[in-house]
């Protein structure tokens, strides 16, 4: 909006306003602007959800040092959204189809989180929407994601060809277009393996956020340094010189999306102000399914899915931990960790909170770094 205004209209009256061409600038006003959202609303969210009595419900199996935790403001989320979306709209080109992808995803998912926190709070209990109405739903935001895709993918604007860490020249192609010049009847067919492969990579990503945030602060720390990689990495990714450097696929448009990853940032940091242990407020499934969603989405618009379990390697060990722990229990009716997700496992320990805190978030940092190397390991 405002780069519509005051460069598109306003900069041919005044010179100065060329400043909103640049990327870098308004990525950096837009981090800020979410920052500040954050920052001035919290307070009086917090205040409106403990009126309405909105209060997070503990699990009954979980550590007990969680149960002094019962009533804390959840539903936080609803914050990180409006941090997150609001900059986006007033500082990007509005024009690029990515950054309405990616506004998509997060109210999409942020929509979903909001109607299973909605059901927990109706029901009392920590037990919200069903695993099979959350995941079909998740699922169904996945698929649209990927026929806006497709249909990028039509017009020469988008790439269904899969870029592989490591391999330079080796990239698959998961959308058969030949198969269209014989059988134009076989669509769906043809298109099939990269629409279920969008949808595994932002439903996973969306539950293994959801999965981390146990933690006061733990799961928005991380995403703090989960999107500010992926935000560089889409910097580079539009930036002709840079792509061409670290030998990685231009896409020219896909630069504007940088202003979102910035604003995700931003809200992100703001939110932990509130967030950081001990908690004044609690990002719920509203904001979890969202910011994981955000993640997953940004690593598929900037062809860079297969580093993502790299770049979140948190998010990656914390999902892992649930599987093993389910499926172990399930085949041999033994538990491989005290209690899952992984940071509950290390509560069982003994560790304090704030020091898995800590050290997750230190971890997520050096994921974050070693995939960043591996950009010119090609």
């Known amino acids: 909006m405002l780069y519509w205004l005051f460069y598109q209209q306003l900069f041919r009256f005044y010179r100065p306003l060329r400043v909103f061409r640049f990327l870098t600038f308004r990525t950096a006003f837009a981090s800020i602007t979410a920052l500040v959202i954050a920052l001035l609303l919290g307070p009086w969210l917090i205040k409106r959800l403990k009126e309405f009595q909105i209060g ?12 002094a935790k019962a009533g804390t403001p959840t539903m936080g989320g609803i914050l990180i959204n409006i941090a997150v979306v609001v900059p986006t709209l007033l500082w990007a080109d509005l024009s690029n189809p990515y950054i309405w992808i990616a506004v998509f995803a997060v109210v999409a998912f942020g929509a979903i989180g909001f109607v299973d926190d909605f059901a927990k709070l109706r029901r009392q209990r920590n037990q919200g929407l069903t695993s099979r109405q959350k995941l079909s739903a998740q699922a169904l935001v996945g698929a649209i994601i990927a026929l806006v895709l497709l249909r ?28 269209l010049t014989h059988h134009p009847d076989l669509y769906l067919v043809a298109f099939l393996p990269f629409i279920a492969f969008v949808m595994l990579i932002v439903v ?14 733990l799961a928005i720390g991380c995403t703090i340094i989960t999107a500010g990689a992926l935000t560089v990495l889409t910097y580079v990714t539009g930036h002709a010189l840079f792509a061409s450097y670290l030998e990685i696929e231009h896409m020219p448009q896909i630069g504007e999306l940088t202003i979102f990853g910035g604003a ?5 940091i703001g939110f932990l102000w509130y967030n950081a242990h001990p908690a004044e407020i609690f990002m719920g499934d509203v904001g979890s399914l969202a ?15 297969l580093l993502l379990p790299f770049i979140g390697g948190i998010f990656v060990l914390e999902a892992l931990s649930v599987i093993l722990q389910v499926g172990s229990y399930k085949l041999r009716r033994k538990r491989i960790f005290k ?40």
């Open 291 to 305: 910011l994981g969603g955000a993640i997953g989405t940004m690593a598929i618009l900037i062809k860079q899915e």
């Open 152 to 179: 990028l993918n039509a017009t020469g604007q988008y790439s269904t060809r899969l870029v592989v860490p490591f391999f330079k020249n080796f990239r698959p192609d998961l959308a058969f277009n030949g198969l």
């Open 264 to 268: 995700m940032v931003g809200a992100s």
């Open 56 to 67: 997070q419900y503990i699990r009954e199996d979980g550590p007990q040092s969680h149960h």
């Open 339 to 378: 209690m899952a997700p992984l940071h509950h496992h290390f509560e069982q320990l003994g560790w304090s909170e704030s020091k898995i805190i800590i050290r997750f978030w230190v971890l997520s940092g050096v994921f974050a770094l070693f995939a960043l190397t591996t950009l010119k390991l090609r």
């Open 204 to 217: 996973g990503s969306s539950n293994a956020v959801n999965l981390t945030d146990g933690l006061d602060g």
